[in-house]
């Protein structure tokens, strides 16, 4: 039986799974946030920093269980990277704050308002936080694009123009 590379590059275009990548990163989003707060918690200091290491993580977590080739699954790593950076640099601010006041953060989550959230941006997460969070937002794009041998990037590739050619027959 002779290799067709159609077959293979249309095997490698449905193994895509835009639904396994969508749980990984929120898999991965929670666990690491958790880590993160936990990290903050045990040295009681805030380290922004941690979400460039959630960027790589979650983007790798979507190339393993996404099987990523087209756009929209290292656009998705890149939005969960940047949810991801949000929510952890808050729930430690959130922890830490509690700690601070002897109380814990289930009783400041009762307090929590628009303005809570608005001061939180403006002040804590600020400019800083958005320069960490642009950066694992284009880690985790970097990360999860699938590389792919030789073979299937031309087998791949055989496959977009066959299927560009009968669109534009059609």
């Known amino acids: 039986m002779a290799f067709d590379p159609i077959k293979a590059g249309r095997y490698l275009h ?6 396994h990548g969508l749980y990984s990163a929120l898999i991965t989003v929670i666990i690491l946030n958790i ?9 009681d200091r805030f380290f922004p920093w941690i979400s460039i290491i959630q960027g790589v993580l979650i983007g790798k977590s979507v190339r393993k269980y996404g099987h990523g080739l087209d756009w929209y699954l290292p656009t998705m790593a890149a ?12 729930f ?15 009783a400041l989550l009762d307090e929590i308002t628009w303005h809570t959230l608005s001061t939180f941006m403006v002040n ?18 970097y990360y999860a694009k699938r590389q ?19 669109e534009k027959n059609n």
Request: charged share 20%; glycine share 6%; proline share 0%.
């Open 124 to 141: 804590e997460f600020g400019i800083v936080g958005c320069i960490y969070a642009c950066c694992a937002a284009l880690l985790a794009t």
């Open 35 to 43: 880590l993160w707060i936990l990290i903050s918690m045990f040295f």
């Open 79 to 90: 939005v969960f990277a940047i949810i991801a950076s949000m929510t952890g640099s808050f």
């Open 148 to 166: 792919l041998n030789r073979d299937q990037s031309i087998a791949f590739r055989k496959y977009q123009e066959r299927k560009r050619l009968s």
């Open 92 to 106: 430690s601010a959130l922890n830490l704050t509690g700690r601070e006041f002897n109380t814990g953060a289930w």
């Open 14 to 19: 449905e193994e895509q799974s835009y639904r």
